[in-house]
């Protein structure tokens, strides 16, 4: 009888061969960052909405059709609705109070230890594309290839910073960056994962006429957005008062905004199309983990405001659409947990199989994705925003639960709104007055804020106000 050990051997080769074939690739990672994009401007949202729809005409067929591929996150939030804090939140899974980015004007530290140091660390060609945003920032740290602008950049035939190079465009500035996005998805090796960043500049304002592509200018020319209970009700800082009668309608002026933001919208929605179509014709949609969110909400008129920064619920929430790689994915689940922007870096983490972030404040949403609900899942969170001299909110620190707010204004106890988001979601009916309510959510806030590490920024003080040198328009310190 000949030794059977050669064949066993030969057997053992050909089952560890077979279970490395098996073994999934590390997928390919795309974030795509909208700007001041409203959390129900998705056309999915609309149709869900119903009769209470606030623009029931609104269309997003590609967003639409990545929810319907995905998975969807009904409670998604910020933890600053504010631009470049926003950024820094996704890019370090820290809040603004330890980053030191507050506002709009500080630039990232280039040694920050960001979610692309340690996709590159894992061996991920990173890219960022488009809008950046920290101050006046040039460089873009850890990023092998870079096609971005200074600041905000403008719509029409914005320069770009292409590895380095200053280099002039001629377009929509988010049709630009995205032919760079999708150029670099097209010259990607096969054997080497990519994390692709795309920032997009809409629906920022200026918005409307020359500062959108011309095929989305004259879009839902003769349609009428709806009011809510709260269009127009002034909010408590501004001099509100409780049983204020919303106005029943809107003028010409504040519809043709609304028309226009949503002109943008659309124009964003062609660009996630364009992405997922470059992804498919290179073979990568399967293995691909795709992100769309935005850097906070906005307001159109609700609570007499069109800006964010504060915190009611138009501010904070945003959209959050994630399809996941794999045959066995999710598709089309929506998700009622609630998720903060400080969990996006530790899921796209998680995915690649990189290291975690240092500090890391968010958590990774790859179980909520694969249908698995952590007993332990938050139920609350903790928001915060810094006074900025050029703007009339003011300082805010809150506590938003799956059922309740509160808003406190540090410095102005007078002004403080509790709300039961379950029988108030447009947050009119301020139960401020019901202590044992407030004790209750004041000591969660309280609770909250110390397990964030909360401290005030160098400077600021209790009362929610810098110093003078701040206001002035010089940096505090983190």
Known sequence: MKPRLPCLFVLALLLLARSFAAAPARPNIVFIYSDDLRWDS???????????ARFPWLQTPHLDGMAAQGVR???????????????ANVMTSRYGH???????????????????????????????????????????????????????????????????????????????????????????????PFFLWLGLKSPHGPRGGDNL?????????????????????????????????AQAAENTQQQEAQRDFHRHATAVDGCVGRVLAALAQTGRAENTLVIFASDNGYYLGEHGIGDKRSAYDESLRVPLVMRAPGASAARGV????????????PTILDFAGAAPLPGAQGRSLRPLLEGRAPADWRTDYFYEYFKE????????????????????????????????????????????????????LQATLEARAQAAGFVWPEGWNARGDAPPSTKAGKKAKP
């Open 334 to 345: 929506t998700v009622d947990a609630m998720a903060l922007n400080l969990d996006y870096g």
């Open 389 to 440: 001299p050029q703007y009339a909110v003011p300082t805010v620190l809150a506590l938003r639960t799956t059922t309740h707010k509160l808003i406190t204004y540090p410095g102005h106890d007078e002004w403080t709104e509790v709300f039961d988001l379950k029988q108030d979601p447009y947050e009119l009916k301020n139960l401020a007055g019901d202590r044992a309510l407030r004790g209750r």
């Open 73 to 87: 996150f009904r409670e998604s939030f910020v933890a600053t609705s504010l631009c470049s804090p926003g950024r």
């Open 42 to 52: 998705l056309g999915v949202v609309q149709r869900e909405q119903g009769a209470a």
């Open 213 to 245: 592509p011309e095929h989305a200018r004259h879009l839902y020319a003769n349609e009428k957005s709806r009011p809510t209970p709260n269009t127009g009700v002034k909010a408590i800082y501004l001099g509100a008062v409780e049983g204020q009668s």
């Open 98 to 192: 330890h980053t030191g980015i507050i506002g709009n004007s500080r630039p990232l530290p280039e040694n920050t230890v960001t979610l692309a140091k340690l996709l590159q660390e894992a061996g991920y060609t990173t890219a960022y594309c488009g809008k950046w945003h920290m101050g006046s920032q040039r460089e873009r740290p850890y990023y092998d290839y870079v096609a971005s602008f200074i600041g905000q950049g403008r719509y029409t035939d914005c320069p770009l910073l292409v590895n380095g190079t200053e280099t002039p465009t001629k377009g929509w500035v988010d049709d630009v960056t995205t032919d760079y996005a999708t150029r670099f998805v097209a010259a990607q090796p096969r054997e080497k």
